[in-house]
């Protein structure tokens, strides 16, 4: 039996209908085409093209018409005699409403100049109608930031790609109707809109990694321990050994939803979203289940590290940032390019309902590296009092403790280093410890009669 896979489909049902049933469609689609109606014809949120420089491919003329009434009344008044006017506007204050137009006009040439950098370089119309899109939402959200565009233009053009013009004839059932309705290229900018909306504010996009440097730092922070449970040594290598912070590349993965580093044509990249809008997690989390998608997200990231591990932790600090820059990824066939998302995915999934348990997420990460790292070796030394110790593990092991470097005495090392090493590095022992002390009780638990 042939299949058919839409993705209007997935996104309208997830996003807006938020059902499957067709005779619930018509009234949730309306619904929400009314609100980007009303919306973009607010005075407050109409865009003003016709402020644009006239040699601008955006400007629009505004012919403003002059009604009749008012040229009576302006007439009219000559003969009346003078009243005293009340008003609540200082005129010495500045002119708060020249100064919110500047303000639009400056956000407006903002999202342009981003529209004009776009991907695959779409015609003026769709930039236009993006523009429009990123304008109305900035307004309603307070500020735009870089990076709103290309997610925006990666699912409205995945969706103008289904979109049918419905030519207004009677052959069409009722039936045929509510289900083309999904499809109807009038209400494009409107369901993208919504898609959009709902897309970046519900799933947490905006609060953890755009709303403020306090959340995007706490975010990072939070992949960082994440990162540290799973694999210790790419967690040691990156921010110990390399002394490469985070933030000096995990900024674009977080915010952008992966969409630059999943390969040059995008198609990984919404594939993959196709099933982050449609997740459905067991989870405490209150709210939709679009929440997850944050955490999902770091889980992915640390699954992209692991499949990258030699590389990382046989490289310099510039080799390094250079990969994770330019992440090198490449599918032979389409099929292994759906494995590749289908496990990504599911491992995600896998390492999400784990994350309040340490000792979980650290067998999970086993797990990964008997995958993507099962020939690696690594050598990791252990000096601590009167005992000094040697032993070469595989990648899986190597998940937990060790950095492969040569230790000092503890009381010799701790004279050399300055304080902020010293911390760091009595908290990196503690942390080795304890997956040690981890490690242990597991093989207890496996071997009950040893």
Known sequence: MPTCFTRTLIWKSCLITDTLKINNWGSKLYDQRVIFHQLVNRKDMKVPWEKLEHDSIYFKSDDVIRKPS???SKNKSLKNSLNRVHTNEDPLSGNTEHHQEDEDIELLQSIILDAERLFGDPSIQVKRQLIQILYVFSKLNGSYKQGYHETLALIFINLRNESVQIPQTNTFSEDDLKILSLYDMRYLSHDAFSIFNKFMSQSGVITNFYESEQSLWKSIEKFNMYLMKIDQFIHYTL?????????LWIIRYLRMLL???????LETTILLWDKLVATQVSSTHSGSNLAAIPDLLNFMIIQLLLQKKTDIISSDFSECLSLLLHYPINFKTPIARNEFVKRLYKDAIKLYERRHDDLKLYEYGIRLNNRYNPNLRVLLNYTGGDRSSSESVNSSRA????????????????????NN?????????KTRLEMRLKKKVQSMINNPQK
């Open 70 to 72: 008012m040229i009576k």
């Open 239 to 247: 921010q110990t050994k390399l002394k490469l912070e985070s933030q």
């Open 259 to 265: 969409l630059r580093e999943l390969g040059d044509d």
């Open 399 to 418: 998940a937990s403790p060790a950095p492969s470097i040569k230790q000092q005495h503890p009381q010799q090392h701790s004279a050399a280093l300055p």
């Open 421 to 429: 090493t010293r911390s760091e590095s009595s908290k990196f022992e």
